[in-house]
């Protein structure tokens, strides 16, 4: 870690120089991108410099510590035992600091939920699911959109599909994609059983057209006219748009708004965010492992997290993590089965070594 560190500072210091240059600060772009390297370097720079000058305060203590007699030895053993008990906590600040920095911190979220298994009790917890996430956003002061929805016979959601917009919206959304499930008693069970249901959540970065180039010549663009649940038409014009990336077999359908123009440019954000993941899963064999975890089969054995209504309990199986506050959480109240998650995922970095890259 302490090599890494040294790379880390002299990069600072490099960028600090450039910074200072009249070619780069005549340069827009290149002034925007070290600004902000910069700035990310800096809490980490000054902690090591910290801990630095923390060593060296206790390694010149012991130094003077041999020719040093009555009050400044015991001052001296003091200075040192200081600087021991402080550079062990520096040591791990530094350590949690170098962790590496996830790709899509700061993106928006593209997040679809499905009814899965239990028929329309799962669509009905689809839409728990989606109040739940909306009542978060809003605690969180993130801005939400629907993008487009399909609700059932019941009042349910056969699916949904909203975009997030929060500078911490990934960071805090990314580990709720799978399978969830619920045990409770539907309102359509009339002998009091409890059922088991389950619906998905699939929780997608919202790409920029940076990120995904898209060939419209490579897309089959269909207009159709917005229907309703049972197929009741709800509006009198072709302003539903759906959009099949012919390369990938992708389809994404928009029907929500008015406008042509307004679904297909949600029909495309969408498009967009699919694409962008399934490029990540052929790069890399572990987003792929990690993509199969979040959708699954919405079978009632796979499960990320469930939700029992007569223990008041919510259990997140990745962690093994309990909480008996179900009706606080499915108001919003998530932070503490999301704070439970980011600290296991930090543990695992920390365990596995990759603060020391």
């Not at 600040?93 to 499905?114: A, F, S, T």
């Not at 069970?189 to 898209?214: C, F, M, N, Y």
């Amino acid at each position: 870690m302490l090599d890494r560190l040294r790379q880390v500072s002299d990069e600072y210091e490099t960028i600090e120089h450039q910074l200072a240059d009249a070619e780069v600060l005549a340069d827009p772009a290149q002034l925007r991108t070290l600004s902000k390297r910069y700035n990310e370097l800096g809490p980490v720079v000054e902690k090591y410099r910290l801990f630095l000058a923390r060593t060296a305060d206790r390694d010149a203590a012991r130094d003077m510590l041999t020719g040093a007699s009555g009050d400044e030895r015991e001052l001296l053993n003091a200075e040192i035992a200081a600087a021991n008990a402080e550079l062990p906590v520096l040591e791990d600040e530094l350590r949690e600091m170098m962790l590496p920095v996830d790709p899509h911190d700061g993106k928006n979220v593209i997040v679809e939920i499905r009814g899965a298994e239990g028929g329309e009790e799962a669509n009905l917890f689809a839409r728990d699911l989606y109040e739940m996430y909306a009542a978060y956003a809003d605690q969180q002061k993130w801005r939400l959109d629907v993008l487009s929805s399909a609700p059932s016979d019941m009042g349910g959601l056969n699916e949904i599909t909203f975009e997030v917009r929060g500078d911490t919206a990934w960071r805090n959304l990314k580990f709720e994609g799978g399978p969830h499930r619920v045990q409770r008693v539907p309102v359509t069970e009339s002998q009091g059983r409890v059922h088991t249901s389950s619906a998905t959540v699939t929780v997608l970065p919202e790409a920029d057209e940076v990120d995904v180039s898209i060939d419209e010549r490579e897309l089959d663009i269909d207009v159709f006219r917005a229907s309703g649940p049972g197929g009741q038409s709800v509006n009198t014009t072709d302003s539903a748009v759906r959009i099949t990336h012919r390369p990938t077999g992708l389809v994404v359908s928009m029907q929500d708004e008015r406008s042509q123009l307004q679904n297909k440019a949600r029909a495309m954000t969408v498009l967009r965010a699919r694409l962008y993941e399934l490029a990540q899963r052929e790069r890399d064999e572990e987003m792929s492992a990690e993509r199969r975890s979040q959708t699954g089969g919405g079978g009632r054995s796979e499960k990320i997290r469930t939700y029992n209504f007569k223990e008041n309990r919510v259990t997140d199986h990745r962690i093994g993590f309990t909480l008996y506050r179900l009706a606080d959480v499915l108001a919003g109240d998530l932070q503490p089965v999301v704070a439970a998650l980011a600290a296991d995922e930090r543990a695992r970095l920390l365990a596995a070594g990759q603060g020391d890259g």
